[in-house]
């Protein structure tokens, strides 16, 4: 009932939207009057839009180019594969030469924990700087009809698996990155494709992830152990209303994920609404762009199917389903030793408050990959949970971090089929 009541707030903030002018004269925001340029004005308006949870389509990455050693290298950016639950997106890098052998596209599993993969937009740009790269595009649960079926994990689990053959047969091998949430559901189907003997991969690596919340676990660990699966039914779920095309679907709203991140960093989200602010007064326009920009990543958010979410409680938070080993998709067993030859590089960050030290460094024992001369367990400084992808932190030290692992990969496997024919025949006698 009160996902109807709010989607009439949102359908009235959209009629409000859309009668704000292009531009405009903000007399009280100066000494003297002056003009909100277009830009400005179209911008703010988008994000009054998404901050209200009332923007009706999902943003687009809209990345035409990037620049690397000074040189502007256009991007093209298309569909590979689509299931009902999202959608693989490919962008390629218009190259007037060919890439050099051996430097391998990078395909990112974004997490499905409530916002757009549009958030992770400055790391797909950082990634395209050096290699291709493939994004997973989940789909808003209240655009899904009822007749896809309920959306459990397994769903994701299996879109995951089918999306990293599909890099696959672009360009072999990939480098697999899953962020936050995606590191569970990435790693199972990286081990299903492992035990099945199909290495699509050169490497794996791991941010953030709550692979083991036993492990310190965080307030929100603590939270969602606190409660049942059916308090999260009755006080966290509700049925999406018409006119969307999931009508009758029952799922946990975005705006409750928002209202959450804002009650967990309330002082990010102020010193970005004051920055912005005091930008337009000074009539900084670019700044105040890049902060909109910034505000316009955290409201991006969507609906998770009522079943995907309970699964995420009940196999990440109650039951510890992966790091036990006795979890099972679709009747297939989730065997993580099957990635022992996967180069394995986790990072973490020392101030992450979502996802607790040593969740994701965990994985490392979970492959069986100790043995693997390339594998690195990396702990940022003075890096929260958003840092990881976003900000200073990932641009300074993460991302050239991830950059040098991929380069040793690359390096030391010049001939890939052969390598993994071998590894696919070790498989096969280890799993026998």
């Known amino acids: 009932m009160w996902y109807a009541l709010i989607d009439a707030q949102r359908r009235l903030i959209r009629a409000m939207a859309g009668s704000l002018p292009d531009e405009g004269v903000c007399p009280a925001a100066a000494p003297a009057p002056w003009v909100v340029p277009r830009e400005v004005a179209s911008a703010f308006r988008n994000w009054l839009l998404r901050s209200m949870c009332a923007f009706e389509q999902a943003p687009l990455f809209a990345i035409d180019g990037v620049t690397s050693n000074g040189c502007r290298i256009p991007v093209d950016e298309s569909v590979v594969d689509t299931l009902p639950v999202g959608s693989l997106r490919r962008f390629a890098r218009n190259r007037i030469a060919p890439e050099p052998a051996g430097k391998w596209p990078v395909m990112l599993c974004a997490p499905l924990a409530g916002h757009h993969a549009v958030m992770l937009r400055e790391t797909v740009e950082t990634l395209l700087e050096h290699r291709d790269a493939y994004i997973t595009d989940w789909a808003d649960a209240r655009d899904v ?32 990155m899953a962020v936050c949430q995606a590191n569970v559901p990435a790693l199972a189907a990286a081990a299903l494709l492992a035990s099945s003997q199909d290495a699509p991969f050169a490497s794996f690596a791991l941010l953030g992830g709550p692979i083991d919340t036993h492990l310190h676990p965080t307030l929100i660990d603590r939270f969602a152990r606190s409660h049942t699966l059916d308090w999260f039914r009755i006080n966290a779920i ?18 409750l994920q928002q209202a959450a991140i804002m009650a967990a960093h309330p002082e990010r989200n102020l010193r970005l609404r004051v920055g912005l602010l005091v930008l ?12 909109l920009r910034s505000l316009d990543k955290y409201a991006t958010v969507l609906d998770m199917a009522e079943c995907y979410f309970v699964d995420i409680i009940r196999v990440v938070f109650h039951e510890d389903l992966l790091p036990r080993q006795i979890w099972s998709v679709a009747g297939r067993r989730i065997t993580t030793e099957a990635l022992w030859h996967t180069p394995l590089c986790t990072i973490e960050g020392d101030r992450d408050d979502i996802t607790g030290a040593e969740q994701t460094h965990c994985a490392h024992a979970l492959c069986n990959a100790s043995s693997v001369a390339l594998d690195r367990q990396l702990t940022i400084s003075r890096c929260n949970h958003y840092d990881l992808f976003t900000g200073a932190r990932r641009r300074d030290i993460v991302n050239p971090s991830l950059r040098n692992f991929w380069s040793q990969v690359d390096n030391a496997a010049p001939d890939v089929p052969r390598e993994l024919q071998e590894i696919n025949l070790v498989n096969s006698m280890r799993l026998a």
């Open 238 to 255: 509700d049925a999406m209303p018409a006119p969307y095309r999931g009508a009758g679907r029952r799922v946990y709203p975005g705006f």
């Open 145 to 176: 009809p009822p007749e896809a079926g309920p959306l459990p994990l397994d769903d994701y689990v299996l879109a995951l698996e089918r999306f990293m053959r599909s890099a696959r047969a672009h360009e072999t091998p990939v480098h697999m």
């Open 280 to 291: 337009l007064v000074r009539g900084r326009v670019p700044g105040a762009m890049k902060a």
